[in-house]
T-cell receptor, first 112, second 114 residues
Framework: AQSVAQPEDQVNVAEGNPLTVKCTYSVSGNPYLFWYVQYPNRGLQFLLK??????LVKGSYGFEAEFNKSQTSFHLKKPSALVSDSALYFCAVSRGTDKLIFGTGTRLQVFP | NAGVTQTPKFRVLKTGQSMTLLCAQDMNHEYMYWYRQDPGMGLRLIHYSVGEGTTAKGEVPDGYNVSRLKKQNFLLGLESAAPSQTSVYFC?????????????FGSGTRLTVV
């Protein structure tokens, strides 16, 4: 069965510092990996995805994620955090057209 | 604007009442999904559909029913609402194989059962 773990409920970072939001996954076969962001009282917005190819994936708003097959991880990163990045971030995994399985979410708080 | 539209946005129900949540997409997507979001639990799949006339159970289907009579619409029904169904409900759709693979989400329905 597919599963996703986001080990941190909350990540705090100062504005201008690099940020990392962690995600590990478990899936049989090749994983399709996604990051979504949710702002208060809004739906989820797509940030980036890994399907195949280069392990470093670049997405919206300056975010990027690195696929590490040996560690079954797909951590979200940004070189310099902004206060406006504060939101709830979800990692998700699927096997292509199969349904997405989401992690429990990590709240990112960026302090001025 | 193209996308996924959910109605209503908010609703308060009394225990035992019934209601239907509507999800409509205008992107000609085959796949549609209903999730519920609860604090600390992320998004959990209730039911989904891989095409018009098809439905399937997800992780937490009990107490819910769905229908996909038209390709663009996916309805979620609560026959007898319970306080445990207080949640935020999200609908999502996904395009055909070989395209995006990712979901497009609606803005959610906040349901309170008292």
């Amino acid at each position: 069965a597919q599963s996703v773990a986001q080990p941190e409920d909350q990540v705090n970072v100062a504005e201008g510092n690099p940020l990392t939001v962690k995600c590990t996954y478990s899936v049989s076969g090749n994983p399709y990996l996604f990051w979504y962001v949710q702002y208060p009282n809004r739906g989820l917005q797509f940030l980036l995805k890994y399907i195949t190819g280069d392990n470093l994936v670049k997405g919206s708003y300056g975010f990027e994620a690195e696929f590490n097959k040996s560690q079954t991880s797909f951590h979200l990163k940004k070189p310099s955090a902004l206060v406006s990045d504060s939101a709830l971030y979800f990692c998700a995994v699927s096997r292509g057209t199969d349904k997405l399985i989401f992690g429990t979410g990590t709240r990112l708080q960026v302090f001025p | 604007n193209a996308g996924v539209t959910q109605t209503p946005k908010f609703r308060v129900l009394k225990t035992g009442q019934s209601m239907t949540l509507l999800c409509a997409q205008d992107m000609n997507h085959e796949y549609m999904y209903w999730y519920r979001q609860d604090p600390g639990m992320g998004l959990r799949l209730i039911h989904y559909s891989v095409g018009e006339g098809t439905t399937a159970k997800g992780e937490v289907p009990d107490g819910y029913n769905v229908s996909r009579l038209k390709k663009q619409n996916f309805l979620l029904g609560l026959e007898s609402a319970a306080p445990s169904q207080t949640s935020v409900y999200f609908c999502a759709s996904m395009g055909p194989t070989g395209k995006n693979y990712g979901y497009t989400f609606g803005s959610g329905t906040r349901l309170t059962v008292v």
